[in-house]
């Protein structure tokens, strides 16, 4: 009886967009999107990314704000650029504004992108009717992780974490073949792993919302320098508009 409760109270939960997390296969992206497509936004991905300023020689970033009504999918650019974080939601870098480095504002016209965020529209209006809402705050940044062979690249936060926006869509842009590690894993609120994931093909998306907990192992290197290439479009929270 009271399982059974605790299940209702979940499913009524407006913040249970996908229950903890959810994968979605390549396909879902790429049936639109042409090989010269994804070359030209992997060169425009390269062209828009430098060392991370809180993270040098672990990552490479570069971020930019947008607002985005996902019914009419008009988006625009917003005027706060920075990105905030509580320290709960990130022991290593919240509860401190970060200016990562700007990703050019084309990025709102290039093709790709917009059907990328017109695809992950369908499950920003379930937020947005829940909510009563037309209009989202997203961050949309780009996250080069890199490791030489015997060293490691990680992410901030570094482990399991719960993040502050309701919605987040973790996009893989590239994973090079000599990547080790660079595993997704979900959590209950115990911390104990259940769920482990490899996001490998162009655009295999992982999206996250604030019912499990989730975490990427370290890269490493086989030979050479590994990269994991992705792209983050994550619908921000009230208390982030810092
Ligand atoms: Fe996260």
Known sequence: MHAVAERTVE??????IVDGYRFIASDY????????????????????????????AV??????KIVFNPFTCDLQLATNQSYFQ??????????????????????????????????????????????????LNLSVHF???KAEQGGAS???????????????????VELTAN????????????????????LVAPFDTLVVDTMKKHAVTPLGSSGGTAYRDVMLI??????QQK
């Open 234 to 239: 994550n619908l921000e929270a009230d208390l």
């Open 86 to 135: 509580s320290y709960g939601a990130n022991d290593s870098d919240g509860g401190k504004v970060r200016v990562f480095p700007a990703i050019c504002p084309s990025l709102v016209s290039n093709k790709t992108f917009v059907h990328i965020l017109n695809q992950d529209a369908e499950l920003m209006r379930i937020y947005c009717e829940r909510q009563g809402r037309t209009s």
């Open 11 to 16: 499913c009524e939960n407006p913040l249970n």
């Open 179 to 198: 990547a080790l590690g660079a595993d997704n894993v979900i959590s209950g609120m115990d911390n104990k792993p259940t769920n482990v994931l490899r």
């Open 29 to 56: 992206y790429m049936q639109s999107i042409s090989e010269a497509d994804l070359s030209d936004f992997r060169a425009f991905y390269h062209s828009q990314v430098s060392e991370d300023p809180y993270a040098p």
């Open 59 to 64: 990552r490479d970033r570069g971020m930019i």
């Open 143 to 145: 996250i080069r992780y």
């Open 154 to 172: 990680y992410s901030s936060p570094v482990w399991l974490h719960l993040d502050d926006e309701p919605l987040v869509f973790i996009h893989l």
